[in-house]
């Protein structure tokens, strides 16, 4: 089945505990992307990457770090998470020459 | 600047009526793509319908069609015999090439309840 997979799904973690949310698509999609959706401010662009070791910063990047080291995987890493941090955050990936994006499931995060 | 606007934050419609979702935008894009998603209780993002802007047929997926007007900048969602499962958050996008990046701007979404 086609998918776009996150893990955890859920996560309560204390300030400044690295995390690191996993992301993976099964699809061959050149294009990964992370969001964090908040309550008034719908749904905004944190990274992006075009393609393997090719990554670049969306509008809300500060506090997070991503990698591309396989096409497939492209992990969010949070090195000091802090409470505005508390959001919900979706995966998407798509191919290079299609408009939509695929979502995975969302990971649920809260910090203390 | 980029952006889209979803004048209705709360909707409700009885099971099997028709309901049609409001959306219009604001780009200096030429090309560009537009979609409507839908996020359940779940909170999965589900892609609902996607319309390519140089297209003027509007799209139709089963019981969801568009009335894309591009002159307008509005791109309205028709849900026609709405079910049960239709009740969802449903969110306007559209989505162009910056350099690398395919840019979504998002509007804020319209809370759909579908009554028994």
């Known amino acids: 089945e086609a998918q776009v997979t996150q893990n955890p799904r859920y996560l309560i973690t204390v300030t400044g505990k690295k995390l690191t949310v996993t992301c993976s698509q099964n699809?061959?999609?050149?294009?990964m992307s992370w969001y964090r959706q908040d309550p008034g401010l719908g749904l905004r662009q944190i990274y992006y990457s075009m393609n393997v070791e090719v990554t670049d910063k969306g509008d809300v990047p500060e506090g997070y770090k991503v990698s591309r080291k396989e096409k497939r995987n492209f992990p969010l890493i949070l090195e000091s998470p802090s409470p505005n941090q508390t959001s919900l955050y979706f995966c998407?990936?798509?191919?290079?020459?299609?408009?939509?994006?695929?979502f995975g499931p969302g990971t649920r995060l809260t910090v203390l | 600047a980029q952006t889209v606007t979803q004048s209705q934050p709360e909707m409700s419609v009885q099971e099997a009526e028709t309901v049609t979702l409001s959306c219009t935008y604001d780009?200096?894009?030429?090309?560009?793509?537009l979609f409507w998603y839908k996020q359940p209780p779940s909170r999965q993002m589900i892609l609902v319908i996607r319309q390519e802007a140089y297209k003027q047929q509007n799209a139709t997926e089963n019981r969801f069609s568009v009335n894309f007007q591009k002159a307008a900048k509005s791109f309205s969602l028709k849900i026609s015999d709405s079910q049960l499962g239709d009740t969802a958050m449903y969110f306007c996008a559209f989505m162009f090439n910056a350099g690398n990046n395919r840019k979504l701007i998002w509007g804020l979404g319209t809370s759909l309840a579908v009554n028994p």
């Open positions: 998407a990936s798509s191919l290079r020459t299609s408009g939509e994006q695929f």
């Open positions: 780009t200096s894009e030429n090309n560009y793509y």
């Open positions: 699809m061959n999609h050149e294009y």
